[in-house]
């Protein structure tokens, strides 16, 4: 009986799969969208990313989370077309549980680092293009963070039962 | 046997109020220390960190989090005295995991805006008094995150196992 239906737990393999996709997705357009943008002031000084410490910090975590994901997918799409984990026992779901954890933690950083200063500087001056960009970019990374928050709460779930209670 | 000895449950019970306890501290001094900073610059105009959007978020998410700690406080003391949980059933654990997890978050985006915009604000002047506690605001916010991350963990393995491996 149980073999012929899916699995509650091939159900919850193939929706994080689909999260770590729709993150490696989103996360690619916002690292393109922070990369581009840019303006010329009054004083023909262009601004770019690279002039705030706070978006090179936003960058960083962007790529981060990227390669994480992309791992993570490689690692899922092996899972479910061998049926065997790359990690095996335990050590598989404290790698997912933790890295989950630690990459959403570091991607609603960059996201709120990003906003935070994107909305200090376009208060007063009209909005240009780079802090439109900055801001899409900024929402974007939000976005995927809220994919990794999800996919770290089924990692969550998913945790073998280590305390009683 | 067992009954004469701590479970690991009642460890990791008191680990847990501990972990709030530091947290609600931490918290407490990250609001003093923001709340009072203020600097009054070359013109005579005296700011102060509601003249910031990213600011007021930061201070927005220390009170939450300060509120949530001591709620989970005064849940954890009941507990430790009285033996039994003020939620009982799977609510009281999906309560901890989600509570935890949301405020973490809520808790390093606040942490993160300070900074971010804490560095871009300090570079090129000298530091002043307001810069200065704002950085040691994000800071003390930072490791109250870290408290609560580490809570995070242990009511993420104190969850009733839901799924099949």
Do not use: H
């Amino acid at each position: 009986m149980a073999d012929s239906s899916p699995s509650r737990s091939t159900v919850s393999k193939n929706a994080l799969l689909l999260l770590r996709v729709l993150t490696v997705v989103f996360l690619l357009i916002a690292l393109i969208l922070i990369a581009i943008a840019s303006v010329t002031d009054d004083t023909g000084t262009k601004i770019k990313f690279s002039d705030f410490y706070t978006y090179r910090y936003m960058i960083s975590t962007i790529i981060i989370g990227f390669v994480y994901n992309l791992l993570q997918m490689g690692f899922s799409i092996f899972t479910v077309v061998s049926g065997n984990r790359v990690l095996s026992g335990d050590g598989g779901y404290l790698f997912d549980f933790f890295g989950d954890k630690i990459i959403s933690y570091l991607l609603i950083s960059g996201s709120a680092a990003g906003f935070g200063l994107t909305v200090e500087l376009s208060r007063g001056s009209p909005s240009n293009s780079f802090t439109d960009k900055a801001s899409a970019s900024a929402s974007l990374l939000l976005i995927g963070f809220m994919f990794t928050a999800i996919a770290s709460t089924f990692t969550s779930f998913a945790l073998p039962k280590k305390t009683d209670n």
